[in-house]
């Protein structure tokens, strides 16, 4: 019995000394997962893509032929075999869950080393406080960006810009005091403003004034949409801010 004979593709992508399509080689693994023989050919130089580029009328390498047919790139051949493409300009709440997963995992990790219950008060304040940091260097990855979006939605920076500059840092600043347990003076109204404030800025746009914009939570270049898991930030701030003022 004769087996069928292996499909073929043909691949031309980019692989120069200062430059390797990663596309190039992700259509590759996916041609080759998928069963195919891949005729791999790689252009070397810049002049070479932009004879290839010019002789295909296309913008853009890779670019993949099958049965003598031009696919495309490579997510033209996602799309071939009915895969899923992302969307870069589609809302995602990715980012910031992502956040929260790592900032629970974190406060885990320190009850498992000092001992403590690994489910409990203290487990919670300490996530809390992680998150907040985190959330906090992600802002002061690009501050004015942040800031930026910030004024879109937030009430006290509308009427005071430089609230926007300075609130990664006192979102810093209190959670790494609030993990510590230290300068609780400081701390928890530093978390109550900003977080009452936050709440009330994000729950007035959202759902009394129905607006859609992207939330700053996690930095000024993500697609996360203003809404409940943004709101929850600012409510954990406040809430964290009254249980540690109840226990002062």
């Not at 099958?66 to 075999?81: A, E, K, P, S």
């Not at 997963?101 to 919670?124: K, M």
């Not at 954990?236 to 249980?243: F, G, I, N, P």
């Amino acid at each position: 019995m004769t087996s069928a004979p292996q499909k073929k593709a043909v691949l031309y992508r980019m692989v120069m000394p200062k430059h390797i399509c990663p596309y190039g080689i992700k259509a590759r693994w996916l041609l080759r997962r998928k069963g195919y023989a891949v005729e791999d050919h790689w252009l070397t130089t810049r002049e070479e893509t932009d004879a290839f580029k010019a002789q295909h009328d296309v913008k853009t390498t890779p670019q993949i032929f099958i049965d003598g047919q031009r696919i495309g790139g490579h997510d033209d051949l996602r799309r071939y075999f009915g895969l899923p493409v992302r969307d870069p300009g589609a809302t995602s709440y990715v980012p910031v869950l992502a956040v929260f997963a790592v900032a629970a995992l974190i406060a885990l990790s320190v009850n498992w080393l000092t001992l403590a219950p690994l489910v409990g008060i203290l487990a919670v304040e300490r996530f809390i406080a992680v998150a907040m940091m985190l959330l906090a260097m992600l802002k002061l990855q690009d501050v004015d960006r942040f800031a930026t979006m910030f004024l879109g939605y937030d009430l006290l920076a509308r009427r005071f810009p430089p609230y926007g500059r300075a609130y990664p840092f006192l979102e810093l600043g209190a959670g790494t005091l609030m993990l510590t347990h230290s300068l609780n003076w400081l701390s928890i109204p530093v978390a109550l403003a900003i977080g009452g404030i936050g709440a009330v800025s994000v729950f007035k746009a959202v759902y009394i004034d129905r607006r859609e914009l992207k939330c700053a939570c996690v930095g000024g270049n993500s697609n996360v949409p203003l809404g409940f898991v943004s709101l929850t930030e600012n409510v954990m701030m406040v809430a964290m801010a009254l249980w540690m003022a109840l226990g002062a």
